[in-house]
């Protein structure tokens, strides 16, 4: 391949290689999808070079885009040289250079700042944690029915609905929605017969999350009824993390003995190097199942047949399946395991379990009654269109492309990140992909660092 060709390449491909000190990653490829490899027989040293297919003068992207296999050798090719210098650094004068790790001193300085700046936010969210602790309490009364709303807290709810109407309607509606704002809703005394409190609140607010929903299965819904409170605790003094708590009535014994079960989230106790706390594990309750009621694990019925004798037999096996509550048994990544017993999908686990917890913090728990009711489900829904995962490229070839790429729009990008960049700009967790659920059952208990 020519230098010509090369640089023809790159720039059909968007100038993947960046000019800078760093060569960065080429553009991530549209609808989460990875890119291809190279495949191992093609390389520079290959037998049958003359089959290895070249790009002629013209539309690169284009003849890129119409040859798979030359398309993989450049991406592959091109993704060697992430990371690696490009010589910029090296090409500067000495003085120049010096300067440069001056600068990278003065760094130390800002990044020691942020770490302060990062525990300080930690305890501001441990004293308003108290704060909002009566909010809270107060909310579980009512969901459980041991209080009602007073008619002031009616009063107040109701308009915010009504504000929200009126935001939405037309101008031609905009007289009518003045006169509902002065409507009062109508209240109902509770009676002895009156059904107590909000049935399957949590349940509900759960489900209308989009990754948790997913976690869910018909088989859950019948303990997570029996959910009366879902809380979080910061932990000690000097230790960054949190505990999630989910509290059960007592009725849930038909299924465990637990009355809570909790998952704890531990940071990393210095911050990373980009000023953010660094998800370090997490850890679960073990759920005391009760004899034949565990979610967690099924029951494959098959037979089998003796060859000898042509007799046949039943054989159960008890397997791992699917189940909101393998959240208490979060994925783990061991360095003292074996590489070939490592699971290709660990990462994703791992993020996406983190991801989870965070949104029931951050999310779940401050907004519930909006989750239950689906208000937060269109603002998460609003949050994801509008972030930046969506720009012109997206959009500029769907004219030509037609409808038969809609299936692959909708296929749910994996969630990522385990560095906490503050909660009121990161995105809900989106729900997992197959196979790669935070306590899948074909998680591995013990597995190796990546």
């Given at each position: 391949m020519s230098k010509a060709q090369a640089q023809n390449i790159a720039q059909a491909l968007g100038d993947g290689i960046a000019p800078t000190p760093q060569n960065t990653p080429l553009q991530a490829t549209p609808g989460?999808?990875?890119?291809?490899?190279?495949?191992?027989t093609i390389g520079e040293d290959s037998e049958g070079e003359e089959d290895i297919p070249t790009i002629s003068s013209g539309n690169m992207r284009e003849q890129l885009a119409n040859n798979p296999m030359l398309a993989a050798m450049v991406q592959g090719k091109l993704a060697n040289l992430i990371?690696?210098?490009?010589?910029?650094?090296?090409?500067l004068s000495p003085i120049v250079r010096q300067r440069v790790d001056g600068l990278k001193g003065l760094q130390l300085e800002h990044t020691k700042l942020e770490a302060e700046f990062q525990k300080e936010i930690l305890e501001l969210e441990k004293r308003f944690a108290e704060k909002y602790?009566?909010?809270y309490e107060r909310r579980r009364a009512i969901i459980e029915g041991k209080e009602e709303p007073t008619e002031e807290e009616i009063k107040s709810g109701f308009k915010v609905d009504l504000v929200e109407d009126d935001e939405d309607d037309d101008d031609d509606e905009a007289e009518e929605g003045k006169a509902s704002a002065s409507k009062e809703p109508e209240i109902v005394k509770a009676d002895a017969s009156a059904e107590k409190g909000i049935p399957g609140f949590w349940l509900t607010a759960l489900s209308n999350h989009a990754g948790i929903s997913e976690l869910i299965?018909?088989?859950?819904?019948?303990?997570?009824?029996?959910l009366v409170d879902v809380r979080v605790e910061y932990l000690g003094v000097g230790v960054p993390g949190f505990k999630l708590l989910f509290e059960f009535e007592p009725k849930a014994k038909d299924f465990f003995e637990n009355t809570i079960l909790t998952k704890t989230y531990f940071y990393q106790e210095e911050v990373g190097s980009l000023g953010d706390f660094i998800y370090d594990h997490a850890e679960g309750t073990e759920i005391k199942w009760k004899t034949g009621k565990d979610l967690t694990v099924k029951v494959e019925t098959k037979k089998q047949r003796n060859k000898n004798t042509n007799q046949t037999r039943t054989v159960k096996k008890v397997v791992p399946t699917d189940s909101f509550f393998n959240f208490f048994k979060p994925p783990t990544a061991n360095a003292d395991d074996d590489a070939s017993d490592v699971d290709d999908d660990i990462d994703e686990k791992l993020e996406l379990d983190y991801q989870i917890g965070e949104d029931i913090k951050d999310r779940i728990v401050p907004h519930a009654i909006d989750y239950f009711t689906g208000k937060a489900l269109e603002q998460d829904m609003e949050d994801d269109f509008e972030s930046d995962e969506f720009d012109e490229d997206d959009f500029e070839d769907d004219d030509d492309e037609g409808d038969d790429d809609d299936d692959d729009d909708d296929a749910p990008a994996a969630a990522g990140g385990r560095a906490i960049k503050g909660a009121p700009g990161r995105k809900a967790a989106q729900p997992p992909q197959s196979g790669v659920t935070p306590g899948s059952a074909q998680d591995p208990q013990e597995c190796k660092n990546q």
């Open positions: 989460g999808m990875s890119r291809p490899h190279v495949p191992t990371g690696k210098s490009s010589g910029y650094i090296e090409s602790r009566p909010i299965t018909e088989r859950d819904e019948e303990a997570l009824k029996y």
